[in-house]
């Protein structure tokens, strides 16, 4: 199985949080693509 999202090593802290920012919203624009996903968020 494959994974969506490609994980880089950032380097420093400033691109490390703007990583993880970026690599929240990838996640969460994945996960909200299963109709499941939504139901649950709207609930």
């Known amino acids: 199985m ?3 999202i490609s994980f ?3 380097e420093g802290t400033v ?3 703007d ?3 970026e690599m929240n ?3 969460t624009a994945y996960l ?3 109709k499941w996903c ?3 968020r709207s609930s």
């Open 19 to 21: 990583k993880v920012g």
């Open 8 to 10: 880089e090593a950032p």
């Open 2 to 4: 494959g994974y969506p």
């Open 32 to 34: 909200e693509s299963f």
């Open 38 to 40: 939504r139901s649950v």
């Open 25 to 27: 919203q990838r996640a």
């Open 15 to 17: 691109e490390y949080y």
